[in-house]
């Protein structure tokens, strides 16, 4: 391994070492990772298993998305589907005495 004197290289040299640094701990961790990934599949292939079997393709089940139940009272383009947190427009228009079945979609 090379020695270098810090000290002496300027500011730029440092910052484009420091790049080069990076970018080497980058690659040798996804070489890392690649070869790993192959030792597995190997080992899980002689199992007779497919690696995708053994740990699974997702790990949290994707949900399709709502359709709105509720639209702002003046401008019918901002909805809410009415799950998680009540949006400003929702609560505002619920304290000045609106129900929740005015602001429904029909």
């Keep these: 391994m090379a020695d ?4 002496a290289l300027s500011l730029p040299e440092l910052k484009k ?3 080069d640094i ?6 040798f961790e ?3 990772k690649a070869e790993t990934r192959t030792k597995v599949e190997a080992v899980a292939r002689e199992m007779g298993y497919s690696l995708a079997e053994l740990v ?4 949290k089940a994707k949900r399709d998305p709502v359709a709105p ?3 702002h009272p003046e401008n019918p383009a901002v909805t809410w589907s009415g799950r998680g947190r009540k949006p400003k427009w929702f609560v505002d228009a619920l304290a000045i005495g609106t129900t929740t079945g005015d602001l429904e979609i029909h």
Excluded: N, P, V
């Design 4 to 7: 270098y004197d810090l000290e």
């Design 17 to 19: 070492m420091q790049k």
């Design 22 to 27: 990076a970018k080497a701990i980058s690659t």
């Design 30 to 32: 996804d070489r890392q």
């Design 56 to 59: 699974g393709t997702d790990s």
């Design 69 to 71: 139940k509720y639209q």
